[in-house]
């Protein structure tokens, strides 16, 4: 039987960080959800900070909490952040994101058939 195709984007770099006016992170994200490909992002290390509700973004860059926001419209209702050390202000309202152990990733991603990850 053939092994359903699912994706897992690790985000581990910060968010606003990369000179564009849109996160290539979230549009390849939201690109695979919007294709009907089953997703998943997971967010490590500095890429934490995305969901952090302190962070505000500069004038020229888009909102990224809106956009995140949005994940579950496009069915990605799997999000992850590792839980290896406490990050303030890690809430993010009503979005579904599950704490994993570094342990459990290994798991994640040997249940993935692509893996695509920003650093």
Same mark, same amino acid.
């Given at each position: 039987?053939?092994?359903?195709?699912?994706?897992?984007? !690790?985000?581990?770099?910060?968010?606003?960080?990369?000179?564009?006016?849109? @996160?290539?992170?979230? @549009?390849?994200?939201?690109?695979?959800? $919007?294709?009907?490909?089953? $997703? &998943?992002?997971?967010?490590?290390?500095?890429?934490?900070? +995305?969901?952090?509700?302190? !962070? &505000?973004?500069?004038?020229?860059?888009?909102?990224?909490?809106?956009?995140?926001? &949005?994940?579950?419209? +496009?069915? !990605?209702?799997? !999000? +992850?952040?590792?839980?290896?050390?406490?990050?303030?202000?890690?809430?993010?309202?009503?979005?579904?994101?599950?704490?994993?152990?570094?342990? $459990?990733? $290994? &798991?994640?991603?040997?249940?993935?058939?692509?893996?695509?990850?920003?650093?």
């Amino acid at each position: 039987m053939d092994r359903i195709n699912t994706w897992l984007f !690790i985000v581990g770099n910060g968010p606003y960080t990369h000179g564009l006016a849109s @996160d290539p992170a979230i @549009d390849a994200t939201l690109a695979a959800g $919007a294709f009907g490909q089953t $997703a &998943s992002v997971l967010f490590v290390d500095d890429g934490r900070q +995305y969901l952090d509700q302190g !962070i &505000s973004p500069p004038a020229e860059h888009t909102d990224l909490r809106k956009l995140l926001k &949005s994940l579950p419209l +496009y069915d !990605i209702d799997h !999000i +992850y952040v590792t839980s290896n050390s406490p990050a303030a202000n890690i809430d993010f309202g009503n979005l579904p994101v599950t704490h994993l152990e570094t342990t $459990a990733v $290994a &798991s994640l991603l040997n249940d993935s058939t692509h893996v695509v990850t920003f650093t």
